[in-house]
């Protein structure tokens, strides 16, 4: 049996098969003071040696626990896997190319137990290559404007939150970047921190500068889920709604000065606009309706995550074999 620990430090990695061994040397002394943890690793499809980097490691770090997903997967995928499989009742985030201090654990705890629900790092110190110090700030920047928050570093992946926060975050896509974000919108307290920035220590980011094409996309959609997540037809509706207002006004107009002042009905061009904007009104207030209907469909559709978790404590010897569905 998995004994149930208090914190779980969870780390996605993707071909970091050099960053494994450092990384949990710079861990041990942190989670030696932690008293009851667990450190998991999710190997999200690797191709070079990382799984067996994290084998090794079982071998002399206690409560490691591996997942590995079958394909590389993204991170907010390898998140969900470590979050579900997760057991403590204070959840970390943090990357694995140690580009994250280890030694700030403590603190975002610290700050977590002052009675927040999630305390996320600041990078303030932003050592990272020009390019992606400018793109990160320019997200940063348009976050914030169509958000409305006060957070430095929207997606800096140190983080502290419980339990019940956690659970609640219901992340796919892109939106681990938000993940404060979605935390505050469902109603939870978060603030934030300062904390060290290093550079990655080996390897290659796994992002390029097309991260700030996907960031904008992703963003539209957390503004759409925070905003109509459980309401699509209200967004969806106002829209329609409006346009099919318009429309039917130009034509209401169009109609009764033909019939009563002017004898024909004229200005086909404005008739046909008010046509179209009608349609367009009909056809949004649709997309709202099939966007409720997926909704209620999705409502107790289970999580599935096709992976294997290996573990190995101080009393097992043998790595065991897990499936989560
Ligand atoms: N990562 C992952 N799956 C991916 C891409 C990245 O698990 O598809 C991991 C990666 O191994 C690292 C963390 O996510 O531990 C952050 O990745 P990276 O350092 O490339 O991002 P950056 O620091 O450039 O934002
Ligand atoms: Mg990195």
């Known amino acids: 049996m998995k004994p149930s620990p208090y914190i779980s430090v969870i780390i996605p990695v993707y071909n970091e098969q050099d960053n494994i061994k450092p990384l949990l040397t710079k861990i041990l002394p942190v989670t030696r003071k932690l008293g009851s943890y667990e450190v998991i690793f999710i190997d999200d499809g690797s191709t070079d040696f990382t799984l067996d980097s994290l084998k090794t490691a079982s071998g ?14 993204g991170k907010t995928a390898a998140y969900n896997a470590g979050f579900k499989y997760s057991s403590g009742k204070i959840i970390i985030t943090m990357d694995g190319d140690l580009q994250d201090n280890p030694e700030d654990i403590p603190k ?11 305390v ?3 990078k303030y110190n932003g050592k990272g290559i020009f390019s992606k110090t400018i793109a990160s700030k320019f997200f940063n920047f348009l976050t914030s404007l169509i958000m409305g928050t006060e957070f430095h ?6 983080r502290a939150m419980t339990r019940d926060c ?6 796919h896509g892109g939106l681990y970047r938000f993940i404060p974000l979605i935390a505050k919108a469902r109603g939870f307290s978060v603030t934030e921190i300062k904390i060290d920035n290093s550079p990655r220590f080996s390897g290659n980011s796994k992002y390029g500068f097309s991260r700030l094409s996907k960031g904008f996309f992703d963003l539209i959609t957390v503004y759409f889920l925070i905003r109509f997540q459980e309401f699509p037809l209200h967004f969806f509706g106002l829209i329609g709604g409006i346009l099919f207002m318009l429309g039917f006004l130009i034509d209401l107009f169009l109609v009764l000065n033909g019939l009563l002042i002017t004898g024909v009905i004229g200005h086909f061009a404005m008739l046909l606009f008010g046509v179209l904007l009608m349609l367009m009104g009909v056809q949004f207030l649709g997309t709202g309706l099939i966007g409720e209907l997926v909704i209620s469909l999705n409502q107790n559709e289970p999580e599935k995550i096709t992976a294997e978790v290996f573990w190995k404590n101080r009393t097992e010897t043998e790595i065991n074999h897990y499936t989560i569905q």
Not at 153 to 158: A, F, K, R, V
């Open 60 to 73: 002399w770090f206690p409560n490691l626990r591996v997942i590995k997903l079958a394909v590389n997967s």
């Open 153 to 158: 570093d929207m997606n800096c992946p140190m």
């Open 166 to 171: 956690m659970k609640n975050l219901r992340l």
């Open 120 to 122: 996320k790092g600041w």
């Open 108 to 118: 975002l705890i610290k700050k977590l137990e002052e009675g927040y629900d999630l």
